[in-house]
Every structure is written in structure tokens, then in C-alpha cells.
């Protein structure tokens, strides 16, 4: 890896925004634009635009594509329809998490794998050399798309202003090819704020087009530029994991209360399935920490690291915290230990910095949009 | 953005303004706050309490992360700005005005501190 920041094709728009922008896995991206929490207040009640290119795009295609993502992913990719999406993961074979990862069925034999910044080269690494032996080809394809979110209960139609795709029938976790305001596009109805909204996977260089051509048909409807700041603010209250946070190698799907996107009944063996079956086996029997969310009883905000107590105890560990602008309160998603992880176990705080400030236990997700 | 010729400036990105009856206001600067982001929770000295000028007084929280707040000037505290601890953002609406922190009755400052231009050139 190269010390100089890679730009994505908005980079010129973020700074004639005037972008405070961030190191992000060696992407120099938007942090916020303005206040972040005004950006996360705009995505849950009007809508939000951001640019996500860093995200890393692996393609997969071949006769025996399926084969090698049922083989390489722990989900069970052979049930994901033409045009449908699933989120899923890819883990070592002691179970470990390499990364989580939303796998698209763009046609018959085409899969998108789209892996985190930070774990992109990992991930295609790995699918790369799991592919071994299969009639499939393996794309680098993180230099070919950009991609832009546009999120919120707004989102519907200002994207249906640009578009004669059918986005009535467009369901959560679907893609189909389109155009946007004249720019091909795959058009997908997923996101990470827990709201509805589409991502928009385009060619680099009609970036800056859509960009404009959306911030345009947004205005009216209150749509903002929204950076990475609020992005992880909305995910925390979605309770929506994050890799490097919740998700690390040292942990399998089970511990992290996400064993659903395991699926041993697929048919034939997988990466990390015997070592996944004794996790599954102890998530049920005898189970480590849990992941919860914590609520602050007072203001000061935990943050990822920081120990969770009870009676003097370190019963726990932060993974990630903020002050959530949705509930009014600083908020964390935490290991803690199985007997003080039930909803309303009381005598539960976090040390912030030396003093036990006092927080409630809840079950995730702090936050769910009214359908 | 711009730092008020009126007011003398800490590299730790405090603003002091000119003691009156010996009591001088304290903030942190625009600057400062725009590197914060939404400070969401201001942790101030307490009044009657002494603090030191370069030593830490408090906290100030945002969306990112929380941040040391330092005394450019020795001193004990005579009040605090209540309208920031019940609402933190005037630090970022109004860092040298409304969102000013807290008084202090100088005793001691260190030679150090900066004027306007020099801060200017330090923060840019």
C-alpha cells in the first residue's frame, strides 16, 4: 500500500463542498460536509448523498461462479435469484471473519462481491485463491465503479425523478440494471443507515454527473451531502455491525449474534465450515460474550475499547459508541458477558475514563423506521 | 474563518479574552470547533476551582471523539457558560461568542500566548 491517499472520481466535488475529509483505508473521503449530525438528521427524515467508492467491487463469473462463492462465502449463494442481493460473509477456516460482504446476482453466471475498503484486497485475495480449480474467472473490479448512496425516506422519488426503471418493484436487497439521469447504472435498494434507499454502481466517470444530476432533483425534497461521520452514526443506531469494530478475525459469525448467515444445509463444504459447526454448537450451549446496546443514563460517550462494568467487574468490551442524534443519548454496541447481556439487567456501566457512568442494557437495534 | 483581533490565543487553540476587574472569558476557537465537529457534551471546570494555565480543565465530547480542555491562563474559575452545558453546539455556532466556556480571575499567564495573526499563521 502506497502512503498517498487514493481520490475517488468526487473528490473535486467534496472540496468545492468544503469536505473536512478523513483517512479511510487509504481513501481520502468525506467525513462530514457541515454539522454531521444535521447530515444524519437529513438522512432519517428527508434524505442523504454519499459517496461510497471506496467500497471494494470483486466480480465473479464463469460457469462454476455459484461454486466458488458457495465454497468461498458461508451463505447460500446458489438461492440468490437474477437481480437479487444477499448479505453474507467470508471466514477463515477456524471461522474467523474475514469480512461481511453483500454479494449481488447481477446475471446467470455474474456475481458483485462488495467487500469493505479495509478488507478489499483480503477479500479478493481469498476468493481469488479459493477459486482454484473452478471453471470461474475472478475481477478485480474496484477501479471499475463508483458508487454513490442516496438514502432516506426521500429517496424513493427523487431517484424515480431521474429514472423509468421500476423501483415500485424494486425490493429491499434488489438490483437491476438501469439508468439514471442517462448514466447506466445498477440500481440497488440496499444501504447501511437503516433507512430505505438505493446505491448506485456506475463507471468512475460519470461520477460527478449523477452526483450533480441527484443533488438537483434532491433540493426540493431537503436531500444534503452526507460524509462517513453520520454514515457510522446511522449504522450504530441500525445496529448495524461494522467491520474492525464488531466483526474482527477473532470472532465468528455466532459470537457476533450473526450465526443466520451461516448456512451449513447448503450443499457441499465450504471454508471454515467444520470450525463453524463447533462455534455454532458452543453459541448454543454455553455462550461467550453477547452483542447489546447500551443506553447512557448520562452524557459522556463511550467509545470503542472502552470496559464495561458491573458490581466492579470488566464484563464487557465497547465496539462502537456515539452520541445517537435519533435518541438524544450517547449510545454503544458492546460485548458483554451472557449473564449481564439480558434486555434491563441493571448495575451495567461502561469506565469512561476512570468513572462508571451508568448505562441500560437493550436489545439491538436502537433504531427501526416505520415501514 | 476568522480570529477576532480583540481576543490573544493558546497553540492548544483556546481564545482569551481581555480581563476586565481581572476576570477574563475563555473559548476554544472557530478553528478548533470545526475540527471537533458537534461537540454533543462540554465537561467544564468547576466554579471556585482553581486551574493552570497549559493543564487539562475538562472535556469536550463530539460525534468522533473527545478532546482535552486546557486553560491558557492560571487562575480560579468564577463562572461557567451554563447556556453550553445544556446546549454544547453554540461551541460550534458561536465559538467566540455565545459559545464561550468559562471566567477565570488570572493570576498567572504564560508569556506565550498568541495574538490573532500569529494564531492565524499557526491554524491556519
Same mark, same amino acid.
Given at each position: 500500500?502506497? !502512503?498517498?491517499?487514493?481520490?475517488?472520481?468526487?473528490?473535486?466535488?467534496?472540496? /468545492?463542498?468544503?469536505?473536512?475529509?478523513?483517512? $479511510?483505508?487509504?481513501? @481520502?473521503?468525506?467525513?462530514?460536509?457541515?454539522?454531521?449530525?444535521?447530515?444524519?438528521?437529513? #438522512?432519517?427524515?428527508?434524505?442523504?448523498? $454519499?459517496?461510497?467508492?471506496?467500497?471494494?467491487?470483486?466480480?465473479?463469473?464463469?460457469?462454476?461462479?455459484?461454486?466458488?462463492?458457495?465454497?468461498?462465502?458461508?451463505?447460500?449463494?446458489?438461492?440468490?435469484?437474477?437481480?437479487?442481493?444477499?448479505?453474507?460473509?467470508?471466514?477463515?477456516?477456524?471461522?474467523?471473519?474475514?469480512?461481511?460482504?453483500?454479494?449481488?446476482?447481477?446475471?446467470?453466471?455474474?456475481?458483485?462481491?462488495?467487500?469493505?475498503?479495509?478488507?478489499?484486497?483480503?477479500?479478493?485475495?481469498?476468493?481469488?485463491?479459493?477459486?482454484?480449480?473452478?471453471?470461474?474467472?475472478?475481477? @478485480?473490479?474496484?477501479?471499475?465503479?463508483?458508487?454513490?448512496?442516496?438514502?432516506?425516506?426521500?429517496?424513493?422519488?427523487?431517484?424515480?425523478?431521474?429514472?423509468?426503471?421500476?423501483? @415500485?418493484?424494486?425490493?429491499?436487497?434488489?438490483?437491476?440494471?438501469?439508468? #439514471?439521469?442517462?448514466?447506466?447504472?445498477?440500481?440497488?435498494?440496499?444501504?447501511?443507515?437503516?433507512?430505505?434507499?438505493?446505491?448506485?454502481?456506475?463507471?468512475?466517470?460519470?461520477?460527478?454527473?449523477?452526483?450533480?444530476?441527484?443533488?438537483?432533483?434532491?433540493?426540493?425534497?431537503?436531500?444534503?451531502?452526507?460524509?462517513?461521520?453520520?454514515?457510522?452514526?446511522?449504522?450504530?443506531?441500525?445496529?448495524?455491525?461494522?467491520?474492525?469494530?464488531?466483526?474482527?478475525?477473532?470472532?465468528?459469525?455466532?459470537?457476533?449474534?450473526?450465526?443466520?448467515?451461516?448456512?451449513?444445509?447448503?450443499?457441499?463444504?465450504?471454508?471454515?465450515?467444520? /470450525?463453524?459447526?463447533?462455534?455454532?454448537?458452543?453459541?448454543?450451549?454455553?455462550?461467550?460474550?453477547?452483542?447489546?446496546?447500551?443506553?447512557?443514563?448520562?452524557?459522556?460517550?463511550?467509545?470503542?475499547? $472502552?470496559?464495561?462494568?458491573?458490581?466492579?467487574?470488566?464484563?464487557?468490551?465497547?465496539?462502537?459508541?456515539?452520541?445517537?442524534?435519533?435518541?438524544?443519548?450517547?449510545?454503544?454496541?458492546?460485548?458483554?458477558?451472557?449473564?449481564?447481556?439480558?434486555?434491563?439487567?441493571?448495575?451495567?456501566?461502561?469506565?469512561?475514563?476512570?468513572?462508571?457512568?451508568?448505562?441500560?442494557?437493550?436489545?439491538?437495534?436502537?433504531?427501526?423506521?416505520?415501514? | 474563518?476568522? !480570529?477576532?483581533?480583540?481576543?490573544?490565543?493558546?497553540?492548544?487553540?483556546?481564545?482569551?479574552?481581555?480581563?476586565?476587574?481581572?476576570?477574563?472569558?475563555?473559548?476554544?476557537?472557530?478553528?478548533?470547533?470545526?475540527?471537533?465537529?458537534?461537540?454533543?457534551? /462540554?465537561?467544564?471546570?468547576?466554579?471556585?476551582?482553581?486551574?493552570?494555565?497549559?493543564?487539562?480543565?475538562?472535556?469536550?465530547?463530539?460525534?468522533?471523539?473527545?478532546?482535552?480542555?486546557?486553560?491558557?491562563?492560571?487562575?480560579?474559575?468564577?463562572?461557567?457558560?451554563?447556556?453550553?452545558?445544556?446546549?454544547?453546539?453554540?461551541?460550534?455556532?458561536?465559538?467566540?461568542?455565545?459559545?464561550?466556556? $468559562?471566567?477565570?480571575?488570572?493570576?498567572?499567564?504564560?508569556?506565550?500566548?498568541?495574538?490573532?495573526?500569529?494564531?492565524?499563521?499557526?491554524?491556519?
Amino acid at each position: 500500500m502506497t !502512503n498517498t491517499p487514493r481520490l475517488t472520481a468526487l473528490d473535486a466535488v467534496h472540496r /468545492a463542498l468544503g469536505a473536512t475529509m478523513t483517512d $479511510f483505508a487509504g481513501w @481520502d473521503m468525506p467525513l462530514r460536509y457541515g454539522s454531521e449530525r444535521d447530515e444524519h438528521n437529513a #438522512v432519517r427524515t428527508k434524505a442523504g448523498l $454519499f459517496d461510497l467508492s471506496h467500497m471494494g467491487e470483486i466480480t465473479v463469473t464463469g460457469p462454476e461462479a455459484v461454486k466458488v462463492l458457495d465454497y468461498a462465502l458461508v451463505g447460500n449463494i446458489g438461492t440468490i435469484g437474477v437481480g437479487r442481493a444477499r448479505y453474507t460473509m467470508i471466514c477463515q477456516e477456524d471461522g474467523g471473519i474475514l469480512d461481511d460482504l453483500i454479494v449481488y446476482r447481477l446475471g446467470e453466471t455474474e456475481y458483485m462481491v462488495v467487500a469493505n475498503a479495509s478488507n478489499a484486497q483480503v477479500v479478493l485475495d481469498a476468493v481469488t485463491e479459493r477459486a482454484a480449480g473452478f471453471d470461474a474467472e475472478v475481477r @478485480d473490479d474496484r477501479d471499475a465503479y463508483a458508487l454513490i448512496a442516496v438514502q432516506g425516506p426521500e429517496s424513493p422519488g427523487i431517484v424515480k425523478s431521474l429514472t423509468d426503471a421500476d423501483l @415500485d418493484n424494486l425490493k429491499y436487497y434488489a438490483g437491476l440494471p438501469g439508468t #439514471v439521469a442517462g448514466v447506466p447504472a445498477l440500481i440497488a435498494r440496499t444501504g447501511y443507515t437503516g433507512e430505505d434507499g438505493f446505491e448506485l454502481f456506475i463507471k468512475p466517470e460519470h461520477a460527478v454527473e449523477l452526483w450533480e444530476a441527484l443533488t438537483k432533483a434532491g433540493e426540493a425534497a431537503g436531500l444534503v451531502p452526507a460524509g462517513l461521520s453520520c454514515r457510522d452514526t446511522l449504522r450504530l443506531e441500525a445496529g448495524m455491525p461494522l467491520y474492525g469494530h464488531e466483526l474482527t478475525t477473532s470472532l465468528t459469525p455466532f459470537d457476533a449474534g450473526l450465526g443466520r448467515v451461516v448456512k451449513f444445509e447448503k450443499e457441499g463444504d465450504f471454508v471454515g465450515r467444520a /470450525a463453524l459447526e463447533a462455534a455454532a454448537e458452543r453459541a448454543a450451549t454455553n455462550p461467550p460474550r453477547k452483542l447489546v446496546g447500551l443506553i447512557a443514563e448520562g452524557r459522556r460517550v463511550p467509545r470503542a475499547g $472502552f470496559s464495561v462494568v458491573a458490581g466492579g467487574e470488566v464484563v464487557g468490551e465497547v465496539t462502537s459508541g456515539a452520541p445517537s442524534p435519533t435518541l438524544g443519548k450517547p449510545i454503544a454496541i458492546a460485548y458483554v458477558d451472557a449473564a449481564h447481556a439480558e434486555a434491563g439487567t441493571s448495575g451495567v456501566g461502561v469506565d469512561i475514563r476512570g468513572t462508571h457512568e451508568a448505562y441500560e442494557v437493550v436489545a439491538l437495534p436502537f433504531y427501526k423506521r416505520q415501514k | 474563518m476568522s !480570529n477576532p483581533q480583540q481576543l490573544r490565543y493558546s497553540k492548544e487553540h483556546e481564545w482569551l479574552s481581555a480581563a476586565e476587574d481581572g476576570v477574563a472569558t475563555i473559548g476554544i476557537t472557530e478553528f478548533a470547533a470545526n475540527a471537533l465537529g458537534d461537540v454533543v457534551y /462540554a465537561q467544564l471546570p468547576e466554579v471556585g476551582s482553581t486551574v493552570t494555565a497549559g493543564e487539562e480543565c475538562g472535556e469536550l465530547e463530539s460525534t468522533k471523539s473527545v478532546s482535552d480542555l486546557y486553560s491558557p491562563v492560571s487562575g480560579e474559575v468564577t463562572e461557567i457558560n451554563e447556556d453550553v452545558v445544556s446546549d454544547p453546539s453554540l461551541v460550534n455556532s458561536a465559538p467566540f461568542e455565545g459559545g464561550w466556556l $468559562f471566567k477565570v480571575r488570572v493570576t498567572d499567564e504564560p508569556a506565550d500566548l498568541l495574538s490573532a495573526d500569529e494564531y492565524t499563521q499557526l491554524a491556519g
